[in-house]
């Protein structure tokens, strides 16, 4: 089945700098790759997601890359603001969705 | 508001209790889902429905004991939990199911979650 190891565990930035959040997946079939973001005490969202016909999705502040090769996703963060601070999830879309551990941004202004 | 809401948000029990979480959405979704978080762990699916029909059951002990009695209703039977299950409860919809063999993505929308401490 697919597994998704996501890293860093936590990401400290200054408010203004890029943070970026990686993760691999094991299940070369799958083919959605979204992400989440849970603040503090909140329901997950979606925030972006990126299917395995594309590279790269952009929106806004926040992007995905997606290299199917060797199996690894990137969410990009330009301009952080305190807002950011988060826990974000990278899931991939094998024959189930399996979710990474997550990652605890804090954004310090 | 996303349309997905959990009851009760909070429960504690003891490890003789039966107790039941209820989710409810709106959307006009197919599939939804339970899903444990619990503290430094991935979101751990638990069970999955599809059009009312159990599609998954992910290795859950039998002290959870799902319900879907309708594509609009979720229930997560409890009884005789352990400390250990003592977590944040996740429910989550979507208009079609996510994964399966037709690997299909969509985007699914979270209800706030029942925090469960179980004594």
């Known amino acids: 089945g697919e597994n998704v190891e996501q890293h860093p565990s936590t990401l400290s930035v200054q408010e203004g700098d890029s943070a970026v959040i990686k993760c691999t997946y094991s299940?070369?079939?799958?083919?959605?790759f979204p992400w989440y973001k849970q603040e503090l005490g909140k329901r997950p969202q979606l925030i972006i997601d990126?299917?395995?016909?594309?590279g790269e999705k952009k929106d806004q502040r926040i992007a995905v890359t997606l290299n199917k090769t060797a199996k690894h996703f990137s969410l990009h963060i330009t301009e952080t603001q305190p807002e950011d601070s988060a826990v974000y999830f990278c899931a991939a879309n094998g024959n189930k969705l399996v979710f990474g551990a997550g990652t605890i941004l804090r954004v310090k202004s | 508001e996303t349309g997905v809401t959990q009851t009760p948000r909070h429960l504690v029990m003891g490890m003789t209790n039966k107790k039941s979480l209820k989710c409810e959405q709106h959307l006009g979704h197919n599939a939804m889902y339970w899903y444990k978080q619990s503290a430094k762990k991935p979101l751990e699916l638990m069970f999955v429905y599809n059009f009312k029909e159990q599609t998954e059951n992910n290795s859950v002990p039998s002290r959870f004991s799902p319900e879907c009695p309708n594509s609009s209703h979720l229930f997560l039977h409890l009884h005789t939990l352990q400390p250990e299950d003592s977590a944040l409860y996740l429910c989550?919809?979507?208009?079609?199911?996510?994964?399966?063999?037709?690997?299909?993505?969509?985007?699914?929308?979270f209800g706030e979650g029942s925090r469960l401490t179980v004594l």
């Open positions: 299940d070369s079939a799958s083919n959605y």
């Open positions: 990126i299917r395995s016909n594309v």
């Open positions: 989550a919809s979507s208009l079609s199911l996510a994964g399966g063999w037709r690997r299909t993505g969509g985007e699914l929308f």
